[in-house]
T-cell receptor
Framework: GENVEQHPSTLSVQEGDSAVIKCTYSDSASNYFPWYKQELGKGPQLIIDIRSNVGEKKDQRIAVTLNKTAKHFSLHITETQPEDSAVYFCAARTSYDKVIFGPGTSLSVIP | GAVVSQHPSWVICKSGTSVKIECRSLDFQATTMFWYRQFPKQSLMLMATSNEGSKATYEQGVEKDKFLINHASLTLSTLTVTSAHPEDSSFYIC???????????FGPGTRLTVL
């Protein structure tokens, strides 16, 4: 079935450094890739998304890249701040119009 | 941005009882709503997809008679956990999407504890 893998599972960075989270997907027909941030006890919040006809998208300190051939996509957060600490999920919309989530990355930004 | 609310935010019930969770889209028409379940330190697992006015489509392994989903209007979907058992204790999250758009907006979640 459809699968989304995500690495690393935990990531600790110093404030001001960059953080990179990588994901792979299995369904080559996937065409939409959102990223969500989830704080403890809350629902996921969409932070950025990218469609398959675009290779890169940036929104202030956050950027996402997509390699359709390799079925890879990545999240880049620059100039990290303590409030960036949360669990981040990548996701992919499959050919069955379902959004499948990766297992998540727990990001800690150390002041 | 689009806002999705859930009620209640948390609920505690006795084993064998039923619990209803509401999901509302506050400022857009949700033609499709999704229900997810999330266990501690795990990812979101899709339980079912519902389109307004139609029967929900359940994922493999999700009992449709236990998790009743109703999506009777463009702003409201409900999930009823029937005959709840302790193993049903989890964080239930809904999301909503409008016709023709890819983006799903998530609610704040409902923490269910079954004693």
């Amino acid at each position: 079935g459809e699968n989304v893998e995500q690495h690393p599972s935990t990531l600790s960075v110093q404030e001001g450094d960059s953080a990179v989270i990588k994901c792979t997907y299995s369904d080559s027909a996937s065409n939409y890739f959102p990223w969500y941030k989830q704080e403890l006890g809350k629902g996921p919040q969409l932070i950025i998304d990218i469609r398959s006809n675009v290779g890169e998208k940036k929104d202030q300190r956050i950027a996402v890249t997509l390699n359709k051939t390799a079925k890879h996509f990545s999240l880049h957060i620059t100039e990290t701040q303590p409030e960036d600490s949360a669990v981040y999920f990548c996701a992919a919309r499959t050919s069955y119009d379902k959004v499948i989530f990766g297992p998540g990355t727990s990001l800690s930004v150390i002041p | 941005g689009a806002v999705v609310s859930q009620h209640p935010s948390w609920v505690i019930c006795k084993s064998g009882t039923s619990v209803k969770i509401e999901c509302r889209s506050l400022d857009f028409q949700a033609t499709t709503m999704f229900w997810y379940r999330q266990f501690p330190k795990q990812s979101l697992m899709l339980m079912a997809t519902s389109n307004e006015g139609s029967k929900a489509t359940y994922e493999q392994g999700v009992e449709k008679d236990k998790f009743l989903i109703n999506h009777a209007s463009l702003t409201l979907s409900t999930l009823t956990v029937t005959s709840a058992h302790p193993e049903d204790s989890s964080f239930y999250i809904c999301s909503a999407r409008t016709s023709g758009r890819s983006t799903q907006y998530f609610g704040p979640g409902t923490r269910l504890t079954v004693l």
